[in-house]
């Protein structure tokens, strides 16, 4: 045998054992060829390593996990400014301050990406998630915050219903309108007035809340405070420890679970029992859910009117899929299915309903849509995590010959749609997705008529960049992808998705501003 | 968090790549090696302390993660072993004398991926899938075992040559 035989035979081996296919004698004969033999054994150990590592880039988060699951603590805090970020992301879905710590870190990627405007921040500027809301009325407020979004410093007012904000400290608060705050930092907030309850876990011990009478600092603990319009307050322990100081900072009285205090112009009073008709956790949960289900309801009718239309090429709503399904079921009946290659499933705008999360450069879903068309529509309910790279998939055909159609964001956050037909390509909009709409459901839709040569970009059932583009060719999508881009030959950079879809609309005709604003309103997670 | 607890998870972080692949050279089966990985990361953890900083971490990993394949194989019969005893150590001294470079690698993984023809990169996507087979991809396939394993070996050689070839242009730029 020469050299390279021994070399080529290990290689087969090698290959025969990792696919668990080796014969007895065969991985007899490989020991042999390693025995002693530095050059036969670095080529086994690149070949294991090759193996390893692509089993690790496909398990994606599935390793790291075990990694979190022995930490002694919660992670939280922001990377700083210019440090490596860590190699993945692995505690977001284990520990208490998940999604604080998802956010920062995408924020954080996301404004590396783009290209900084000299005094913008670093990271999402805030001090918690705004992670459950049911019913919320924000009154006048021009821009009310949605769920899974971010939530800055300063004044917090909630006129009626529940909404739980999670502190970047470790902190949860639910928070009953009407309700005044001022989000200080995520360790200390002001409560003018309103109703609230405050978990507060060990890592965000110390956690402090004032009134106009008291501060109270959290020492580990549960329990709910209210304060009265005329600034009377009442506080009741549910678990844990209290301690209730005045505006100097002295200690007044630590309260213990059971205790309860009521505060009037300086007076305090001792009040037992009480505090249970405060909402706890459990309690919004339902709430959250039952309001879900309306919703629910709501988007039902409208997939089902979508289906039946004629024009529906493909209608995915990832609905009823089993986790090991590896084709996504389109609801249009006889349209094509798309085959899910890496990503995984996980849960979309409401809990119980199906979405899929795109994370490694791999993951994809493949489908064909053959024919030709003069008009078309996508539109998608996407929530995007981050940035990784200049262009990220929504929706892009293999290549791009004369006709066909790439629909992808930038990471400015502007959506891109293309056309290829020799001419500049783009339709591009400004940035409409912004660093704090990271981790948030959002509808992306784009609309073209070649005739017309109308293509209009929509967000939220908003046209937000609307071109008049001339002699467009008949339009095209034949093999194609969400999520991923395959480009012909290896030059062209990787295109793939980092964040999840739990809706997926093609149409064969150009939905209707008014369309576009109804299918968007009965698909918002935020009612 | 501490400045140096911080600074530990991130080390920690970055060398599971390499440890994972080290006790695939040496278990070479997915479900043993992550195991071996789980219980290198609770002794790295706790001996935190023995670390000293400016020291190749991923080595420290490696011989620390060594201990625990060979416990593993102590508890495996004599015909689930591979490798006789001689090789098994000189695979994993040689494996603890190559250059840490799993990142390097892995970057050189990726781009090579990108080049394989559709066919290939699609084989490669449903072997590394978590849970699957060749025995299942022949199945679903209608080919033989040996037929699919021969398809792999074509393109893990090709990937190698791809990456070694990446990884030399690099290393000389």
Redesign the interface.
């Known amino acids: 045998m020469t050299r390279k035989d021994r070399l080529d035979r290990v290689s087969l081996l090698t290959s025969q054992l990792l696919d668990e296919v080796i014969a007895a004698a065969e991985s007899a004969e490989l020991n042999e060829l390693l025995r002693g033999d530095p050059e036969t054994c670095e080529r086994y150990l690149d070949l294991v390593e090759s193996h390893a590592l692509l089993l690790h880039e496909h398990a994606g988060d599935l390793l790291p996990l075990e990694i979190a699951g022995l930490l002694p603590f919660p992670v939280h805090g922001e990377p700083a400014p210019g440090k490596k970020a860590l190699p993945f992301r692995p505690w977001g879905p284990v520990l208490a301050a998940a999604a604080a710590l998802t956010l920062i870190v995408n924020g954080y990627l996301l404004w590396k990406g783009a290209d900084r405007v000299p005094g913008e921040p670093l990271h999402v500027p805030g001090v918690a998630v705004l992670s459950r809301l049911v019913d919320a009325d924000w009154g006048a407020s021009g821009n009310p915050p949605a769920e899974g979004e971010t939530v800055p410093a300063g004044v917090f007012r909630l006129e009626a219903g529940l909404a739980q904000l999670e502190f970047f400290s470790g902190a949860t608060l639910i928070v009953e309108g009407p309700a005044e705050l001022h989000l200080d930092s995520e360790w200390k907030i002001r409560c003018e007035s309103g109703r609230l309850r405050a978990f507060v876990p060990e890592p965000a011990r110390g956690f402090v809340i004032e009134t106009p009478e008291y501060r109270a600092v959290d020492l580990g603990t549960e329990f709910s405070l209210s304060v009265g319009r005329g600034g009377e307050s009442e506080v009741h322990v549910v678990d844990g420890e209290v301690r209730l100081d005045n505006r100097e900072g002295e200690e007044i009285r630590t309260l213990f679970g059971g205790d309860g205090l009521r505060s009037s112009s300086g007076v305090l009073e001792s009040v037992n029992g009480g505090g249970s008709d405060f909402i706890d956790r459990r309690q919004l949960l339902n709430l959250a859910n039952a309001g879900s289900s309306i919703r629910y309801r709501e988007w039902l009718t409208t997939r089902n009117t979508v289906a039946a239309d004629p024009t529906t090429l493909v209608l995915f709503d990832f609905e009823n899929q089993e986790p090991w399904d590896r084709q996504l079921v389109n609801q249009r009946p006889g349209g094509p299915q798309a085959a899910i290659i890496g990503a995984r499933w996980t849960e979309g705008r409401w809990p119980g309903k199906g979405a899929l999360e795109f994370k490694r450069i791999t993951d994809r879903a493949r489908l064909h849509v053959p024919g030709t068309f003069d008009t078309l529509s996508f539109a998608a309910w996407v929530r995007i995590e981050g940035f990784d790279r200049w262009l990220s998939s929504l929706f892009l055909t293999d290549g791009f010959e004369t006709g066909e159609v790439h629909w992808q964001i930038s990471n400015q956050g502007e959506l891109i749609l293309g056309i290829s037909d020799g001419g500049p390509p783009n339709t591009i909009s400004v940035p409409v997705i912004h660093p704090g709409d990271l981790g948030k459901w959002m509808h992306l839709a784009v609309t073209i008529d070649r005739l017309t040569g109308l293509v209009r970009h929509y967000r939220d059932g908003e046209i937000v960049k609307e071109e008049t583009r001339s002699g467009l060719p008949p339009l095209q999508i034949g093999n194609a992808e969400i999520g991923n881009w395959q480009a012909e030959g290896s030059t062209n950079p990787i295109r793939s998705l980092n964040g999840r879809i739990d809706e997926f609309l093609i149409l064969n005709r150009a939905l209707t501003p008014e369309e576009m604003a109804s299918i968007h309103r009965a698909g918002s997670p935020n009612g | 968090?501490q400045r140096d607890t911080e600074s530990f998870?991130?080390l920690?972080?970055?060398a599971?790549?390499a440890v994972?692949?080290y006790a695939?050279?040496l278990c070479?089966d997915?479900s043993l090696?992550?195991d071996i990985?789980?219980e290198t990361?609770?002794t790295l953890?706790r001996k935190a302390g023995d670390f000293e900083e400016g020291t190749n971490f991923t080595a420290w990993a490696c011989r620390t993660a060594y201990f625990h394949v060979l416990n593993q194989r102590r508890k495996q019969s004599r015909e689930q072993l591979?490798?006789?005893e001689?090789?098994f150590d000189?695979?994993a001294e040689?494996?603890e004398s190559?250059s840490p470079d799993?990142e390097d690698?892995?970057e050189a993984?990726?781009a090579c991926?990108?080049?394989l023809p559709?066919q290939q990169r699609?084989l490669?996507?449903r072997?590394?899938?978590?849970g699957a087979?060749?025995q299942d991809i022949a199945k679903d396939d209608g080919k033989s075992?040996?037929a699919?394993?021969q398809a792999?070996?074509r393109i893990?050689?090709a990937?190698?040559k791809c990456?070694?070839h990446k990884m030399m242009k690099e290393g000389t730029a």
């Open positions: 968090m998870i991130e920690l972080t970055g599971q790549s994972f692949g695939m050279s070479h997915p090696a992550k990985l789980q990361n609770l953890w591979v490798f006789d001689d090789v000189y695979l040689r494996q190559r799993t690698r892995l993984l990726r991926l990108r080049t559709p699609d490669i996507d072997r590394y899938l978590p087979s060749v075992e040996g699919i394993s792999l070996f893990r050689a990937l190698q990456v070694e």
